[in-house]
């Protein structure tokens, strides 16, 4: 992971209080940080236990602010300001029917669906086999069975639930996919990390029956997306 100081893997040894309290003060900090604002992402990150999602040997540094390694090629969990960071200008919202192109660990994909609740939709999609049986135990280990799990090529959305509210791709590409603005509603949003040069940006796309407006929150960081839309 170029960019990001990883520690090193061993034996973990927190309880489940010890990852309760740091879950707690996590969100605290969030908040105060101005990236957490909205209460439902709150009592989402509240909720769902990061540690659940991290490979042993990386699980006592759940709620580090740095992305750790996940099984599979090149893949990793996020650092915990990633999803507010992603979810809050998303507007992700009760009852919405969200697509997550990158499952990596199964996190993002349960915190969403904490947030858009029971009458909502979470599709989650990733391109690699071993991430992708990965993020389909921690989800069942977590309790999670109502999320719709797809391995393949997540350039290519998931046409068959389509269309989205909210759709967000955690994995850096060239480009926006055309298919995944396709399968965006009218009204809808999307958010990506956009290579750009040397650099990424973090772009929201807002979707109106006229155009795409087109917004650039801050520079980010993250894996190559792979696939027919990627690198
Ligand atoms: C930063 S990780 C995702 C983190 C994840 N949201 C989480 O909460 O753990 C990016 C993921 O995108 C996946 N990926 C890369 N290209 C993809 C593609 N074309 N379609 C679907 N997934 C892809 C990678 O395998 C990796 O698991």
């Known amino acids: 992971m170029p960019g990001w100081i990883v520690p090193p893997p061993k034996k973990p040894i927190k309880s489940n209080e010890e990852f309760k309290r740091e879950r707690e003060a996590k969100v605290g900090e969030l908040r105060s940080q101005g990236f957490l604002k909205s209460e439902r992402i709150r009592k989402a990150m ?23 390694p996940l099984p599979g090629e090149g893949s990793t969990i996020s650092c915990p300001h990633s999803y507010p960071l992603f979810y809050e200008p998303l ?16 996190y993002g994909s349960a915190i969403a669906k904490e947030v858009v609740g029971s009458e909502g939709l979470v599709v989650s999609i990733d391109i690699d086999p071993v991430t992708f ?14 999320i719709v799990l797809v ?45 750009r040069e040397k650099f990424q940006e ?13 917004m650039v929150i801050c520079k980010v960081l993250y894996v190559n997306l792979r696939g027919i839309f990627g690198l």
């Open 46 to 68: 509240l909720k769902v236990p990061r540690e659940v999602f991290i490979p042993s040997g990386y699980r006592d540094y759940a709620y580090h602010e740095v992305p750790l």
């Open 91 to 106: 507007g992700l919202d009760k009852d919405h029917k969200f697509l997550e192109v990158g499952l990596g660990s199964g």
């Open 133 to 146: 049986e990965f993020a389909k135990m921690n989800l069942e280990n977590a309790g999670y069975n109502d």
């Open 151 to 195: 391995r393949s090529d997540g350039g290519l959305g998931y046409p068959e639930l389509a269309p989205y509210d909210r759709i967000s791709i955690t994995a850096a590409c060239p480009d926006i996919p055309p298919p995944l603005i396709d399968q965006l509603k009218t009204g809808g949003k999307l958010i990506a990390p956009v290579i």
């Open 202 to 214: 973090l772009v929201l796309l807002e979707k109106s029956e006229e155009r795409l407006d087109r």
